[in-house]
């Protein structure tokens, strides 16, 4: 089973995981954190930074409502 990015996002949309929003904006500022966390600070292992990142962007920094 292929599926492309336009095709996960869609889904992702559907079931409620993501929220509608301009794909290419999306892309821009996910690749603007990852930059930013490249530089990790001593003694931080990449698995933490990784899932750090992917996590903030998926689900924010607040604690919710």
Not at 18 to 41: E, I, K, M
């Amino acid at each position: 089973l292929e599926m492309h990015a336009d095709d996960a996002r869609s889904l992702g949309i559907a079931s409620g995981d993501l929220r509608p929003g301009d794909a290419a904006t999306y892309a821009w500022v996910f690749l603007g954190l990852s930059n930013t966390f490249l530089r990790r600070p001593p003694g931080v292992p990449p698995q933490v930074v990784a899932e750090t990142l992917v996590d903030l962007f998926l689900h924010g920094a607040g604690q919710g409502v």
